[in-house]
Each structure stands twice: as C-alpha cells, then as structure tokens.
C-alpha cells in the first residue's frame, strides 16, 4: 500500500520492510551502529506541504516527539521555522487545520520562509542492531548528534532516496548527500547499507 | 573459434560469444591495426581512417554496453563473458582494444555513480549509438602528473606535499563548474574523442588526491585538443593532449565530487580498469605466442621443423605456462571485482588483487612477445610479420594505464598494511583526509 512520505505511516512501513526481510537480517548480521538523517527544508520541501496529505504527515511526525523534548526546539532553526508556518512548540499540532494551513503555505513567499528558517531540519534517528532496526523515531533539535552516521542533505534529495530516483551511494559519491561517520565501518559493510537504502526505496510512495 | 582448451565450462552461450568476438577481432580488427600502424599520426585520425570503420562496427554489435549493469542499459554479461570479449580484442590490437576500453569510462562510470539527469542526457544517446558518433577517452595523465595520480592515496603526507598541484583545476561557480589547464600527450584516443571521463584537482586543494571526476564533452568552447602523437606502439590508438581554457560544465556533469568518496572511487576505477587491461594482456601475449608457434611449425632450418629444436621447444612451453597462468588469475580477479563494483554495487574490491591481475599479465605480455620475436629470429624484426608490431606494443604496455613499477608499489603498500584483512580497507584514504584536514 502507497504512503504519504514524510510521515508516521512511511516510518511504521520502514520499520516492518526491513525487519521482515531476510536477506537484510544475513547481509547486516554485524552491524552495530545508528544514523541519524538532517532532512534540510528547502524550496521543494515548501511545494510539497502544499499538499494537505503530505503537510499533514509531516505535522503528524512532530507531533511524535514527545512534548517534554519539544522544549529543545526553542531558540533554535527549527522553532524559526514553526513561527513561520504560523504554529508554535507548545501548541497542541494535532488541532491544526492542515487544509487552511497548507493554503496560507501556497501564499507564501518561499524565499521568505527559507530566510525566517535558515537552516531547519526534520531530524530522523534509526538504530540498527545486527540484522535489526532496533528504532526510528523523529529527533528533537541536538537530540542523537553522536549517531554513529550522520546523513545530511536536502530534502528534495532526500526525497529522490525515497522515492528510488536515486541510489544512496550515487548521492554521496556526488556529494548531494552528505555522510559523517566511521567511513572505514561503512565500506566494510557496503552490503548492508546498499540493502537498506533499496528495502527504503521499495516502499510505494503516495503522490 | 580461437582454439585452445578452455579450463573453465563454457556455456553455448559462452561460446558462441567467444566466437563472434574473435571472428571481429581477426577479420575487422587485425587487419585495420595493421594498416593504423603504418600511417602517420595525422592519417590515423582523418574521417577515412580505418579507426572510424572500426569503430562503427564495434559500436553496431554493442561491445561498448558490455560493462554497464543489465538495469542500465547493459548486455546483461556475466563477468567471465565480459573477460572472454577483452582478451579477443586484446588478442586483435592492443591498440584498438585500448580505445574501445577507454571509451567506456566516461559513460559507464556516469551510469554507475551518475545522476539520473546525467544518464539522460549522456549516457543514452551514447548506449544508442550504432555510428560511432559519440567516443570516449580518460584524462588521468598530465605534464606534471603521470603514474604519480595513481599512488598518491597511498603515500605518506610528506611526500604527497611534494607533489605539488594538478595541471587540471576545477573550481565552483554557482551552478556550474569551471575547468583550467592540460592533460599531457597520452590521453589514449583524445584526438578522436568526443567526450573525457575527467579527473581535475579542486582549486585550493589540501593535498594532490583532493580531486573529483566529471564528464566533459570535448566541443564545449574552451577546449582544444593537441597534435596526435607518434608512438613506438599502440600506434592504433591516437593519443594526443586536452587543454582546458574556462571551460563550463553543468553541475551534475561532476560525477564524483570532492571528499572521501572520490578517493574509493579513483582506487575502485582503478581495480576496473586493471582487470580489463590484463585482459587485453592475456589476449596480447596470447597472439604473440600463436604466432610464434604456428612459425616454428613451418619454419625448417637444420633439416627440420624448428619446433623440433629443444630450445624451440622449452620456450614455447614456457610461454603456454605464463600464458595459462595469467588467463585464470586475471579471470577470477575479474570475477571478483566485477561482482564487487558492477553487480553488488558495494565498490568494496580488492586494489592489490586487481592490480596484480593487470601488473603479472603485463610483465607476462612483454616476456611472451620478447620470446617470440626470439623464435622468429631476424623475421621477428622485419615488418613481414606481425610479431614485430605485436612486440613494440607489449613493450608500451609497461608503461601504459601506470607503469608496473608505480602499479607495483602502490599494491605493494596495500598488501603490506591489509594483507590479513577480508576486506576493502580505506584507511589509507581517511588518514590522509584526517591529516590534510587538520
């Protein structure tokens, strides 16, 4: 079944993709490290909340992180961004009307709204242990900044990612997507990242 | 059909495969390779010239797709059958075969690591091509930069300070990329390319290898291309300069960007073309040694065939050994390293083993070509035969894609700091980021 991509439902259809596979569970048997993936707004990314279903998915995966966490939004990037779209860090995000919120983004000069939010992100975190996604859950701003990985990139590169547009390797050897970490674990286990990155691809996306 | 028995089992398809690319390489190769090497360098590049029919005939039986993964347009091979093609075009022109490798480079690496854009708009109109319109080359080579671009991964941050800076410079600007400077005069088939698959180093580099790889098509304003050059072999394949003055390129045509990644990458290119060019060694050695013992078969002197003399007899057995040997080491490193880089897309093979498959099946191509110019005695030095063409371009291939000297070194640093690891190890790379970082 398609999904909304960014949203909780993508997430849970992640989760379930990966730890039911077993060639996933051979291919990663010795893999012991998480990542943490900087989705960065950009223009493309104000397009797409245009659309009610994916605005609403991405409201639904703040929404996720837990409200004591929330507070770390303030003073930074990602509140910027919030005030923007007219939404704050203690308001109750499962009232908004995502239908009136995803118009008044129509209007929006985007320029405008990069400039207020320079820098946001919506900040993911996966663990993997042996063969297993252990977790994944929405990051709070300063949350899992010692991932074993870090992956940082727009999010309309992201989006190709997902979307099988592109493959992860072709983004970071082109430098669109950006990768932090231990490199020498990574090459190492080339079959396990390849084989996680196609399991994401092959989930339908909903457009 | 080549004859000789193979000791791996050949499918029909392999078979039939091995057949169709030999009847090319003896009926349409060969000859023109022949022809190539008597004309002057001007001659060989002129629109009439042999290299073109060539050429177009290579191209409208798709032996250029033969490295790209069957979900890019690829011939759907399997690694063996990738190495049979090589050794039959090796065995046709070492010269030749070089070119139609080349051309690859550019186009399959785009394919491999490209954009989605890039292979729109590159890649496709060149796997559809059946004319020979669209040609690649690799700029590797510079003035100042020869077998030297091919260590400095692995070279200890004193010297490669030495170094000094590429001749090639690419440098950001907005959404394109700007190139300056000059590949040296043997660019194997720069006169005659349409495209180079390009390694530049970024302006302002930290060290000599902090480089990226891109595609440039060679009409874009600001390129010119030098005289071709005249060679003692290979004279088959035209060689020449690229100067690149201000020229632009769109930023997806930067393939492999600056950072890590260009490091694996430049060692797993490297690991590719080294099995390929060990093919052709394989197939090189390989004529040399059938010309050699088809001569000694007719040639009598001393009232008998001279395969009848002992010391006839020992070289050509020593030549079957070498020969043999470096087929089926240079098959499997193949093997392994095409799983590796074209099928399991995990860019994780082996830089020494692939490497020595291109290092031992050289050396063994020269000695091969040595001893049958032996055999064939003053003949073997007279233009009357093939040999002697044969030998001077297994002399070049001690040089050519890296010297076995600067090969050997570089595998040799591999195999002292990795020997007991399982595995592709890039440390080599991060000490250097690491130390050029700080």
Known sequence: MAVVYPSKEWMEELYKKVNSDEEYKKVAANWEGDYLCVVELDEEALKDFQNPKILKGFLEMLDSIPKEKRERFKGTVNEGLLIALGLSVDMDISSVNVDELAKKIAEMDPKVVLDAAKGASLNLWMDFWHGELRNIEVAAPGEHEDAKFKLIGPYSVFKQLVMGKADAITLVVSGKLKLQGDMGYMMRNMAAVRKFTELMASIPIES | ?438
């Open chain 2, 1 to 438: 059909m080549p004859k000789f028995l193979d000791l791996d089992e050949l499918t029909e398809e392999d078979k039939m495969l091995k057949e169709e690319v030999h009847r090319f390489a003896a009926e349409v190769m060969r000859p023109a390779s022949v022809e190539l090497d008597r004309m002057s360098p001007e001659d060989r590049i002129k629109p009439d010239s042999p290299y073109f029919k060539v050429f177009k005939q290579m191209k409208k039986l798709g032996y250029h797709k033969i490295n790209l993964p069957e979900e890019k347009g690829g011939l759907g091979l399997t690694p063996l059958q990738r190495y049979m093609i090589f050794e039959e075009l090796g065995w046709g022109s070492l010269g030749l075969a070089t070119a139609i490798g080349v051309d690859q480079i550019p186009f399959a690496t785009a394919a491999l690591f490209g954009s989605e854009k890039l292979y729109e708009e590159a890649v496709i109109p060149w796997i559809e091509d059946d004319k020979g319109k669209y040609h690649g080359c690799w700029g590797v080579t510079e003035p100042e930069h020869g077998s030297d671009y091919l260590i400095a991964l692995r070279e200890e941050p004193d010297l490669l300070r030495k170094f000094g800076k590429g001749n090639v410079i690419i440098e950001k600007d907005g959404d394109e990329w700007v190139i300056n400077g000059q590949k040296s005069a043997w660019v194997s088939s720069a006169p005659v390319a349409t495209h180079c698959g390009l390694h530049a180093q970024i302006k302002d580099a930290k060290f000599f290898a902090d480089g990226a790889f891109c595609l440039v098509p060679l009409d874009l304003d600001g390129v010119k291309k030098g005289k071709p050059v005249d060679m003692l072999g290979m004279r088959d394949d035209p060689q020449g300069e690229l100067f690149f003055d201000n020229v632009r390129i769109p930023d997806h045509y930067t393939i492999v960007a600056p950072g890590f990644f260009y490091g694996v990458f430049a060692d797993q290119l490297l690991c590719l073309t080294s099995c390929g060019m060990g093919a052709f060694a394989v197939g090189l050695a390989r004529a040399c040694f059938e010309e050699a013992l088809n001569y000694a078969r007719q040639r009598v002197q001393g009232g008998v065939p001279i395969v009848k003399h002992k010391n006839i007899k020992l070289k050509l057995y020593e030549m079957f050994e070498k020969i043999e040997t470096a087929r089926y080491y240079v098959r499997k490193a193949t093997e392994y390293t095409h799983r590796k880089v074209i099928e399991q897309k995990t860019t994780d093979a082996s830089p020494r083993h692939a490497r020595a498959a291109q290092i031992y099946a050289k050396k063994v191509a020269f000695e091969v070509a040595h001893e049958a110019v032996q055999i064939f005695g003053a003949y073997g030095l007279s233009k009357e035969f093939i040999i002697e063409k044969l030998f001077r371009d297994a002399r070049c291939m001690l040089i050519e894609d890296g010297t076995v000297e600067v090969l050997s070194l570089e595998a040799a640093d591999d195999v002292i700091s990795n020997y007991e690891k399982d595995y592709y190890d890039v440390e080599h790379i991060t000490k250097l980021m690491d130390h050029f970082e700080r």
